[in-house]
């Protein structure tokens, strides 16, 4: 069965239905507009069965020279009714194709890598794809339990230094936007330490902006200084991990302990079932990452789906 595919053009209607099929909060209306402000175009299709919708996705075109056209991606979806994610695919797909001429749609879709849904990319004609956005390999928690049997499954050190981080003279609590431009600072100072890139000042206030609520900022702070800050985006389901940072005194004071700890709590009284650690590398942010809980978790990855002769010179060129 071939189903429809509308453009949404209505913000709330989108995010409603993207919490209604347990959406990631990269596939909210907020997460489109902030990279349409920022190199990309934006487009929220409604895939339907006759007069319902059965799935959306949020598809991000990116514009490529001559003679790829352009390149079509769905960051951590498409998400609808189980059991039909052939179809969505294919439906999305299909337009990407038909409209914007995309030499490949990619996506990495927010489903587990053993899952039934995952069982689908190949024979809807997506082929894994090494050129990887979100690391697949991450730590999700399940906010459904009690906090007790969160902080037993933790490792004794984390247990010890949310505590110890706790006592010290420091205030944990959610930014507000006149106090932003602290955590940004923080965050260059962490990016030069470790050495990754970041983008410009006005791309994280866009995401605070046009997420608003879904996308929560906490901070430690030591007086009026933020010494340590952990940056989220939320949906109804998921809750994401987007950005974090500490200065020198909030590494020596361990306040990232204290302060994600805080964080998980937050979600988990949203009634936010799913809270995503964002990736797994061989570093020691992921060494931190880990000691949340005893297991990992494995996600479907980055997929392909070839949409012009000219794919095999575009993945190679990549």
């Given at each position: 069965?071939?189903?429809?595919?509308?453009?949404?053009?209505?913000?709330?209607?989108?995010?409603?239905?993207?919490?209604?099929?347990?959406?990631?909060?990269?596939?909210?209306?907020?997460?489109?507009?902030?990279?349409?402000?920022?190199?990309?175009?934006?487009?929220?299709?409604?895939?339907?069965?006759?007069?319902?919708?059965?799935?959306?996705?949020?598809?991000?075109?990116?514009?490529?020279?001559?003679?790829?056209?352009?390149?079509?991606?769905?960051?951590?979806?498409?998400?609808?009714?189980?059991?039909?994610?052939?179809?969505?695919?294919?439906?999305?797909?299909?337009?990407?194709?038909?409209?914007?001429?995309?030499?490949?749609?990619?996506?990495?879709?927010?489903?587990?890598?053993?899952?039934?849904?995952?069982?689908?990319?190949?024979?809807?004609?997506?082929?894994?794809?090494?050129?990887?956005i979100l690391i697949p390999r991450t730590l999700i928690l399940d906010l459904g339990q009690d906090e007790e049997d969160l902080l037993a499954a933790m490792s004794k050190k984390h247990r010890q230094y949310i505590r110890k981080s706790g006592r010290e003279?420091?205030?944990?609590?959610?930014?507000?936007?006149?106090?932003?431009?602290?955590?940004?600072?923080?965050?260059?100072?962490?990016?030069?330490?470790?050495?990754?890139?970041?983008?410009?000042?006005?791309?994280?206030?866009?995401?605070?902006?046009?997420?608003?609520?879904?996308?929560?900022?906490?901070?430690?702070?030591?007086?009026?200084d933020v010494v340590a800050f952990l940056w989220l985006s939320a949906s109804g389901y998921t809750a994401f991990e987007l950005y974090g940072g500490m200065s020198e005194e909030g590494e020596r004071l361990r306040a990232n302990y204290a302060l994600k700890w805080l964080a998980i709590q937050e979600m988990k009284a949203r009634g936010i079932t799913r809270y995503d650690f964002n990736g797994l590398l061989n570093d020691g942010v992921s060494k931190f990452k880990m000691g949340w809980a005893k297991h990992e978790n494995m996600l479907a990855g980055t997929w392909d789906k070839p949409l012009s002769p000219l794919y095999p010179l575009y993945n190679s060129a990549l």
């Open positions: 069965m071939t189903l429809s595919v509308t453009p949404c053009t209505d913000p709330s209607r989108w995010n409603s239905l993207v919490n209604q099929f347990n959406g990631h909060p990269q596939q909210l209306w907020g997460w489109g507009k902030t990279k349409a402000e920022h190199g990309w175009q934006a487009e929220r299709l409604l895939l339907s069965d006759g007069g319902s919708v059965v799935g959306t996705a949020q598809l991000l075109i990116r514009r490529l020279p001559f003679p790829f056209r352009a390149l079509a991606y769905v960051p951590r979806g498409p998400q609808g009714e189980p059991g039909r994610e052939a179809e969505l695919l294919a439906a999305v797909a299909g337009y990407a194709k038909g409209k914007h001429h995309a030499v490949a749609l990619t996506i990495e879709p927010d489903w587990d890598a053993d899952s039934a849904a995952a069982a689908a990319l190949p024979g809807a004609g997506f082929r894994p794809s090494t050129n990887t003279e420091l205030d944990y609590r959610a930014v507000k936007r006149g106090e932003l431009q602290q955590c940004l600072d923080v965050y260059k100072q962490t990016a030069e330490r470790a050495g990754f890139g970041i983008h410009e000042d006005s791309y994280y206030f866009d995401i605070f902006d046009n997420l608003g609520d879904d996308s929560p900022v906490y901070a430690a702070f030591k007086g009026s």
